[in-house]
C-alpha cells in the first residue's frame, strides 16, 4: 500500500525557516517523480514544486521560486521541502503527492502538515 | 502560465440528480486535465485522468469528457458521499496549475 506521511509542520515567525519531510513506502520511490502541494486554509489547491527521479530536475511556480527547495533522498526514501523566507501567504497545509512522470496527475496523496506563519 | 476556470463555484442539488462540472482552460491543453474530489478534513483524491480516463476504485458514475480548452466532470445519480469539493489541474505544463474548485452541495 503506498503511504506518504509528512512530517516538520508548524508556527514560524515571517522571514523565518522551516523544513518538511515526506515518508514514502510502498513503492520503489527512486521510480516516481514527487511533489509537493499547498493548500490555504479555506482555499483551493496550489501547486508548489515538482523534482524528478533522481533529484537533478526541479520545478517551481513564482510564488515559491527562490524561496523553497525541493529535494529527495531515494535512500531513505524520503521527500523534502526547505523554506526560506517565509510570508504570512504561505500559512498553509502541505501535501506530499507522488506522480509517474511530468505530465501525470497526482495518483497518491499524503494526509498534509500545517504550517502557520505568525508573528 | 495556464489557468483553469471553474464553473459553477457552487451547485445545490438533491441527491440522485446528474449534475455536470466545468472546467476552462485558457489555452489548448489536449487532453492533459484531471479530476479531484476532496471531501471535507481529508486530502484530495483522484478522479478522473486524462480527460475521461477511469481510476481504479472510483464509481462508475463518475466520467470525465473534453478536449482542447472545454472539460467536464459529470457525476450519474448523485450519492450522499459526493457532496465535497471538486478541483481540475492541468499536466500539459510543467507548471502545473489547479481550478478554483466546484463545491456540490445538497440542496
Known amino acids: 500500500e503506498v503511504q506518504l506521511v509528512e512530517s516538520g509542520g508548524g508556527l514560524v515567525q515571517p522571514g523565518r525557516s522551516l523544513k518538511l519531510s515526506c515518508a514514502a513506502s510502498g513503492f520503489t520511490f527512486s521510480n516516481y517523480y514527487m511533489a509537493w502541494v499547498r493548500q490555504a486554509p479555506k482555499k483551493g489547491l496550489e501547486w508548489v514544486a515538482t523534482i524528478s527521479t533522481s533529484g537533478s530536475r526541479t520545478y517551481y511556480p513564482d510564488s515559491v521560486k527562490g524561496r523553497f527547495t525541493i529535494s529527495r533522498d531515494n535512500a531513505k526514501s524520503s521527500l523534502y521541502l526547505q523554506m526560506n523566507s517565509l510570508k504570512s501567504e504561505d500559512t498553509a497545509t502541505y501535501y506530499c503527492?507522488?506522480?509517474?512522470?511530468?505530465?501525470?496527475?497526482?495518483?497518491?496523496w499524503g494526509q498534509g502538515t500545517l504550517v502557520t506563519v505568525s508573528s | 502560465n495556464i489557468v483553469l476556470t471553474q464553473s459553477p463555484a457552487t451547485l445545490s442539488v438533491t441527491p440522485g440528480e446528474s449534475v455536470s462540472l466545468s472546467c476552462r482552460a485558457s489555452?489548448?491543453?489536449?487532453?492533459?486535465i484531471h479530476w479531484y474530489q476532496q471531501k471535507s478534513n481529508e486530502s484530495p483524491r483522484l478522479l478522473i485522468k486524462?480527460?475521461?480516463q477511469s481510476i481504479s476504485g472510483i464509481p462508475s458514475r463518475f466520467s470525465g469528457s473534453g478536449s482542447g480548452t472545454d472539460f467536464t466532470l459529470s457525476i450519474n445519480r448523485v450519492e450522499s458521499e459526493d457532496f465535497s469539493i471538486y478541483y481540475c489541474?492541468?499536466?500539459?505544463?510543467?507548471?502545473?496549475?489547479f481550478g478554483s474548485g466546484t463545491k456540490l452541495e445538497i440542496k
Open positions: 503527492a507522488r506522480l509517474k512522470l511530468p505530465g501525470y496527475p497526482f495518483a497518491y
Open positions: 489541474q492541468q499536466s500539459y505544463s510543467s507548471l502545473y496549475t
Open positions: 486524462y480527460a475521461s
Open positions: 489555452q489548448s491543453i489536449s487532453t492533459s
